[in-house]
Nanobody, 114 residues
Framework: QVQLVESGGGLVPAGGSLTLSCAAT????????TRWYHQAPGKQRVLVASIDLNSTVAYADSVKDRFVISRDNVKNSLYLQMSSLKPEDTGVYFCNVYRNRVFWGQGTQVTVSS
């Protein structure tokens, strides 16, 4: 049974920082690609960062130079370091792992106050 559990969300003032974590209960985590998605209130879920099994990273333009995605294949964990946060970064952040199938976590709320 695959399980993804996000943590680290919270309330932060604009310009602040947060680090999100995603703990994966999954066999062979290192063989999966991984992603972070953001769902702003009333909007669709969008991809913000990805890191594949070769540790190749990619970012949405909206978070480039502010967010850093990383993974620890020993701890079966995925991270998202967020800095210079803006009110528009508010929403629920979901981690996602994919190989032959896609698995989602339940999300963690981030609120950035102006």
């Amino acid at each position: 049974q695959v399980q993804l559990v996000e943590s680290g969300g919270g309330l932060v003032p604009a310009g602040g920082s947060l680090t999100l974590s995603c703990a994966a209960t999954i066999i062979d985590f290192s063989l999966y690609g991984t992603r972070w998605y953001h769902q702003a209130p009333g909007k669709q879920r969008v991809l913000v960062a990805s890191i594949d099994l070769n540790s190749t990273v990619a970012y949405a333009d909206s978070v480039k130079d502010r967010f850093v995605i990383s993974r620890d294949n020993v701890k079966n964990s995925l991270y998202l370091q967020m800095s210079s946060l803006k009110p528009e970064d508010t929403g629920v952040y979901f981690c996602n792992v994919y190989r032959n199938r896609v698995f989602w976590g339940q999300g963690t709320q981030v609120t950035v106050s102006s």
